[in-house]
């Protein structure tokens, strides 16, 4: 198990070298320049040699990437062109907070979206299967931004039970988890369900029932056990997306985190800027991925990592 | 996805009204900052944003009013050398900072340099370089620069290389703002002037907090604390401001007839000129567009009214020249180009395109300017002028245009600083060609001679005459479509007193506004 998680770690290494490389080329070949960004609508010459000069954006290439790479592993992102700021504190100002919102939407996700696949699958075809499986199928079509100002206008403008917009306790939290976690809840609502239906034709299920265990007790911890795995891996990768990129409910809600930070680092060529976040992004993607593998082997026993 | 918006908004409008019975807090919320400043040092300032929240902490020598005035802020007043060289500031006394410190001529001496210092990094420096000495000082030439001196605590002398008779107005821009002697690392973060408002917090892409300065020398504000709330999105301002928890709006260009029209809204609208100049810069140097005959068939083939109206919401004035009508020197009584198809034909024939020509039109992804450029296309298409689009994401775009890459570009103009120099100079002047905002690449020595003595001339009278002549030529040669002024329109909530519409970006400082 250390063995491979230490295994997967260092694998981890040559992919985020190589989202380094990438993401250094690309910006190097993207049209827009940092310093016309930075002098604003007007700028003068002698300003913008100055300040290319400073942030040595003169130098050949690779020079300018065994730079930044040297900076990066010594643990230092740089500073941003615009702001002047560490990339590394701006990061983990933000980051926190999309976690905030990632994980408060993965848990509606998961509470909502397994307790309806399971309550569909108990009666395929009943009315109320029928109407949370119409429910999902919109779910998953709705974009997110519309999902998101429909919220907003029901919960907030109308009804004035929870705030538009903005980042603070609890209740600031509540509609963008929803805007973001719609599409997982419907999701997982289907997988969920059709999981469960595979599963709950198997011959070890009739036997549970023969046996005379309770409804309940088949679903929850026969059949429901059994149909984790899809579970887990539709859990797993929309927490990863959500973590790297949740950048319009972000704007739609002004959610103070990392995603409409990327947004204006592009907007604005902050080259270090979005550098750092791509890098930090892949990190936390590589880890997700790791944890989901991990989750495997612990709801299903068979499945084994040494 | 963003089509259903306005449908949406419409729901938003028909459902519901502004809050109407004030609300209980002493914080006055505005919501105009899309996007997170990008400091609060005013060295650094070049966007908006900051623009605005360096305006609440810090004070310039000068200042602009709501409406674009010139007025006098730490120097009480000043006096011009009959060659209009010499300024010499007569400073406020009893001004402190925020943490104290007396405010005295050693500041003004000091923030200047700071400015011009390269390891300050200043993105703005071109503000201070009329002084003279700033270059030299700028490229590590000098040690310090000679046309500024401080003889004593309440005196500032400056001296320029040459006159230039918008340099009051150039210290009033939050660049030349006074900051303290002690200037830490982390003042972009934590900045200490001497204006009305005391920064208290800076929470990244959500709001920035400021308390009122009791002591302010021009009278403390009438209200506790202002906050800047950064709202990115314009239809999740509205709600905000439906619900109640800001205090001021941007209405969206979209929405501009649902609020003209919708009378059960208790929030009053606010609406001034802005200092904005939407146009097509015609870059002059290529293909057909060198000539003039061109230029001014494209100018003839697109019908500004019609686009003004539908897609603009009637939120502007056409253009004729690039003088906006507010300030000195525009010539109100100048016909536009008017929207004549067979003469734009005439035009070209003239010129030698009888089929028409083919032209590149870029423009950037933002939502207004990208309806605008589809409608030019097919006004542009009616005269055989045929424009494709070539849409970029802004950064690009900008890039693109000031290297010369661009057949005709879409943009607009906001002024720094409230003066006809501000349009013509940048835009037009051969100096400023590229880099400096000519992106027509335009140069016409008659215009270039008649800018370069407006902005050597003292005496405002003969200075407007000049601007107007200068105008006048542009305008004929056409190296832009001259689209329309914009008008800037606000939504401001009832219980909101004394707010008065900036008609320049840094001249709102809500030291008059209350809450009721």
């Given amino acids: ?306 | 996805m963003r089509r259903l918006l306005p449908a949406l908004l419409l729901f938003i409008v028909i459902g519901c009204r502004g809050g109407d019975s004030a609300p209980q807090r002493r914080t006055l919320i505005d919501s105009r900052d899309t996007y997170d400043p990008r400091t609060l040092d005013p060295a650094l300032a070049t966007d908006v944003p900051s623009g605005r929240a360096v305006a609440y902490v810090f004070d310039g020598l000068t200042r602009f009013t709501p409406d674009a005035r010139l007025e006098p802020a730490l120097a009480e007043r000043w006096d011009v050398s009959p060659d209009g060289k010499v300024y010499t500031f007569h400073l406020r006394r009893g001004v402190r900072f925020h943490d104290g410190t007396p405010f005295v001529a050693r500041h003004v001496v000091s923030s200047f340099h700071r400015v011009l210092d390269p390891t300050t990094k200043s993105t703005g420096p071109w503000v201070l370089y009329p002084i003279d000495g700033a270059r030299e000082f700028a490229d590590r030439r000098d040690r310090s620069i000679r046309g500024i001196v401080a003889p004593d605590d309440s005196t500032v002398r400056i001296t320029l290389s040459q006159p230039l008779s918008i340099f009051l107005k150039l210290l009033a821009m939050p660049v030349a703002s006074i900051v303290p002697d002690s200037v830490g690392p982390d003042f972009r973060e934590h900045p200490v002037g001497t204006g009305p408002w005391k920064f208290v917090e800076w929470r990244h892409d959500d709001y920035l907090l400021f308390a009122k300065n009791p002591d302010y020398f021009d009278g403390a504000p009438r209200t506790d604390s202002l906050r800047a709330r950064i709202i990115r999105e314009p239809s999740t301002a509205v709600a905000e401001f439906e619900v109640g928890n800001v205090d001021l709006l941007y209405v969206p260009e979209a929405e501009t007839r649902r609020w003209e029209q919708t009378d059960e809204r208790n929030a009053t609208l606010a609406a001034a000129p802005a200092l904005r100049l939407w146009y097509i810069g015609i870059n002059t140097t290529r293909g057909p567009l060198r000539d003039v005959r061109v230029r001014q068939a494209i100018n003839h083939a697109i019908d500004v009214d019609i686009i003004l109206d539908r897609l603009i919401g009637g939120r502007g004035r056409r253009a004729a020249g690039v003088i906006p009508p507010v300030l000195d020197g525009a010539d109100t009584t100048r016909t536009p180009y008017a929207h004549d198809i067979g003469r734009a034909k005439q035009l070209l024939t003239q010129a030698g395109f009888p089929n028409g020509i083919d032209i590149e039109l870029w423009h950037s992804d933002n939502e207004s300017f990208s309806r605008v450029a589809q409608s030019i296309q097919s006004y542009l298409a009616e005269a055989d002028i045929r424009a494709k689009l070539v849409q970029r994401e802004a950064a690009a775009m900008r890039a693109a245009a000031r290297n010369g890459e661009t057949d005709m570009v879409l943009k607009d103009w906001y002024a720094d600083y409230p003066d006809a120099e501000n349009f013509l100079y940048p835009l037009l002047h051969t100096t400023n060609r590229g880099l400096g905002g000519n992106v027509s690449f335009y140069s016409n020595q008659e215009f270039d001679r008649l800018v370069d003595q407006s902005r050597i001339e003292l005496d405002s009278a003969r200075r407007v005459e000049l601007y107007r002549r200068a105008d006048s030529i542009a305008f004929a040669d056409a190296p832009m479509a001259f689209l329309f002024f914009y008008n800037e329109l606000y939504a401001v909530q009832p219980w909101v007193r004394g707010f008065q519409v900036p008609v320049i970006f840094n001249g709102q400082r809500w030291v008059e506004a209350e809450l009721r």
Wanted: charged share 15%; no cysteine; proline share 5%.
């Fill in chain 1, 1 to 306: 198990m250390i063995a491979f998680v230490l295994r997967r770690l260092l694998l981890a290494i040559p992919t985020l070298f190589g989202v380094l490389v990438v993401v250094f080329l690309l910006l190097y070949i993207a049209p827009g320049d940092p310093v016309m960004e930075m002098v604003g609508e007007r700028a003068d010459a002698e300003t913008i040699a100055r300040l290319r000069a400073e942030l040595r954006l003169d130098d050949p290439v690779p020079l300018q990437f065994a730079h930044y790479a040297g900076g990066v592993l010594t643990g230092d992102l740089g500073t941003s062109y615009i702001t002047g700021r560490p990339i590394t504190r701006d990061i983990l100002e933000r980051f926190p907070k999309t976690l905030q919102l990632a994980t408060a939407a993965m848990l509606l996700a998961a509470s909502l979206g397994i307790t309806i696949g399971v309550l569909s699958a108990r009666r395929p075809g009943s009315a109320f299967d029928r109407l949370a499986m119409g429910g999902a199928y919109l779910g998953i079509s709705f974009p997110v931004y519309w999902v998101g100002l429909i919220l907003i206008l029901v919960f907030a403008v109308t009804l004035r039970w929870l705030p538009p917009s903005g980042f603070g306790r609890v209740e600031y939290l509540v509609l963008p988890a929803l805007a973001l976690g719609t599409r997982s809840i419907a999701f997982l609502a289907r997988m969920t369900r059709s999981a469960m239906l595979e599963v709950l034709g198997s011959d070890f299920i009739r036997t549970a029932r023969a046996k005379g265990l309770r409804e309940r007790v088949v679903l929850g911890r026969h059949a429901l056990r059994n149909a984790l795995i899809p579970i887990i891996t539709v859990l797993g990768l929309d927490f990863g997306n959500y973590l790297t990129g949740s950048i319009l409910t972000e704007t739609i809600f002004s959610w103070p985190g990392i995603g409409r930070y990327v947004v204006n680092a592009i907007a604005r060529r902050d080259l270090p800027a979005i550098q750092g976040s791509v890098l930090f992004l892949s990190v936390v993607f590589v880890l997700v991925n790791l944890a989901t593998d991990l989750l495997y082997a612990k709801a299903d026993p068979r499945v084994r990592y040494d």
